[in-house]
């Protein structure tokens, strides 16, 4: 017996040194489990929400569930019809049979294939009448101030079209980089300039998807809000997406080749700027109409009796693409990671910390569902622009858009990362859970606008947006290369994908602690003093 004690002694003190090592190495798991995340996130992603288009039943069904889910959990609806704010669009989609563009040299018009060498772009009011106008190559399009760098210098633009190629010169960085290609700061100079269209050519070093399906995707609606203090690209009346692989046609004549300006492109050189030889005859055939749908807002009050009037944001955006154009057989764009995924962990944060045992924050949270993220930040631009909230209380968001849990959580992505003190805060927190924090390694693919934080942003909040990562020649770079090439916006993007729980379970910690810090803490988040975005935080927004 006591010889068997003993071993049983030693063997349970093995066992205990073993089982403390694994809390140490995993200590995500004190909160979180990554299944009742996985199982809204399948809720979500269902086939009976339809992809959760913006303005359709099925996107309506996923709020409801999500309205379910808050009441149930205890929080306060703040939107402004309880949870919900209601948020009013205008949805345009081409009518393509009637539509036409061409090429138009030396008095002959070659005419272009619409799918195949070029899409109108929808987003912007396109002129109803048809449009000829010269073309000019303008580099990457763009002027910054800030680093003396100006494509359009030089230029006679007056009455023209700009072709660019998307994207930035190497030695613009990658936040500021980001700012000046949003749709509304590319086309301030341009429209200051004269110039009455753009034609962009994706950069074919970084493109996300292929051209294919890029192509495919021309015939979802566009959607713009409601209103005309949100017309943000007035003047602009032509707005086409070239196929770099048929771009050369554009070339044709003006001395210059297409594969020369792609060759520079891939390491991102300053490019040459001049008139090209060919013009554009185009018409648009836009087929409009209202669409009505809405953000869902909660808050879990806190405790401060003087900070508790302040509130932090998470945002997470409930819509997708809906149903489109088959892949494999299958219409459905489930959007399971995009973004199900930030949706479901909105949820289970609210939950979690909604549970009368835990730890109770001294500022409010705010939990953000937001609408019509798919056509270009709309909801979140709406919410920001008239917060269910006095604007002023809006303290930080922290963004959680396709966080991408799938490999082991090692690398922690941070957009922002030294834009303010979250990125601090998110490095330290990361590094006391043996995650390594760093800055986007793909600035070329524009994170830092491409999700709801930067709605925040532009109207002076501090914003932060996290993902899974990696490092640059990684074999886990080729498993995000290869999610991005088959399932980004595609309908394989289901719960039929192989996720990562633990790295799930350790993201969604890391989010707490981020949360709870920052509604903690004395002080508000700050801006960088020499943050290019701090300038929204004294000019009162957008
Ligand atoms: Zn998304």
Not at 28 to 55: C, I, P, S, Y
């Amino acid at each position: 017996m006591r010889r068997t004690l003993s071993v049983i002694a030693v063997v349970i003190a093995v066992i205990s040194g073993l089982v403390t090592s694994l809390l140490a190495a995993q200590p995500a798991q004190q909160h979180f489990d990554g299944q009742t995340w996985w199982g809204h996130v399948k809720v979500l992603a269902d086939d009976n929400m339809e992809g959760r288009e913006t303005g359709s039943a099925g996107l309506r069904k996923a709020q409801a569930y999500i309205v379910e889910q808050l009441t149930h959990a205890g929080l306060q609806p703040a939107g402004v019809k309880g949870f919900y704010q209601p948020v009013k669009l205008i949805q345009r989609e081409i009518d393509e049979k009637n539509s036409s563009a061409a090429l138009v040299q030396g008095g002959k018009a070659e005419p272009l294939v619409l799918g195949e060498d070029a899409f109108f772009n929808t987003r912007v009011e396109l002129a109803a009448e048809e449009i000829t106008a010269p073309l000019v190559f303008a580099g990457y399009g763009l002027r910054i101030p800030e680093k003396s760098f100006d494509d359009l210098a030089g230029l006679d633009l007056h009455g023209k079209i700009v072709v660019y190629l998307s994207g930035s010169p190497a030695d613009v960085p990658g936040a500021l980089a980001s700012h000046y290609q949003t749709p509304v700061e590319r086309w301030k100079p341009l429209k200051a300039a004269g110039a009455i269209g753009v034609i962009s050519i994706p950069n074919p070093a970084s493109m996300d998807i292929p051209w294919s399906r890029m192509s495919l995707n021309r015939a979802h609606p566009a959607m713009d809000l409601a209103g005309p203090e949100f017309n943000e690209t007035a003047g602009l009346k032509m707005s086409l997406t070239v196929n770099p692989a048929q771009a050369e046609k554009f070339f044709a004549g003006s001395g210059h080749t297409f594969a020369e300006i792609a060759e520079l492109g891939k390491d991102r050189k300053p490019l040459p700027r001049f008139p090209l030889a060919v013009s554009l005859k185009a018409r648009a055939s836009v087929k409009r109409s209202e669409v009505e749908s809405a953000n869902v807002i909660a808050k879990l009050p806190g405790t401060d009796f003087a900070l508790k009037s302040e509130v932090v944001v998470l945002s997470a955006h409930v819509d997708h693409v809906g149903i489109g154009a088959p892949i494999d057989g299958d219409r459905i764009y489930n959007g399971a990671m995009d973004d199900g995924s930030g949706s479901a962990l909105l949820l289970d944060m609210a939950a979690k910390l909604a549970n009368p045992a835990a730890e109770k924050p001294r500022r409010s949270i705010l939990f953000a569902f937001v609408t019509a993220e798919e056509k270009g930040l709309l909801g979140s631009k709406y919410f920001a622009a008239h917060p269910t909230v006095d604007p002023k209380s809006i303290v930080a968001d922290v963004n959680v858009d396709m966080f991408l849990p799938i490999v082991p959580l090692k690398i922690l992505k941070v957009e922002g990362i030294a834009e303010s003190d979250l990125g601090d805060r998110a490095v330290a927190i990361a590094r006391s859970l043996d995650v390594k924090a760093i800055a986007d390694p793909e600035p070329l693919r524009n994170g830092f606008i491409r999700s709801d934080q930067y709605s925040f942003i532009r109207h002076g909040v501090p914003s932060l947006k996290m993902d899974v990562g990696f490092e640059p020649g990684t074999p886990e770079q080729k498993i995000f290369k290869e999610w991005l090439t088959k399932r980004y916006h595609a309908p394989s993007d289901d719960v039929n994908q192989p996720v990562d729980l633990g790295a799930a379970a350790l993201y969604e910690e890391i989010t707490r602690r981020l949360l709870l810090e920052v509604a903690n803490a004395d002080a508000r988040p700050a801006w960088k003093p020499d943050s290019f975005f701090r300038r929204y935080a004294s000019g009162g927004g957008s």
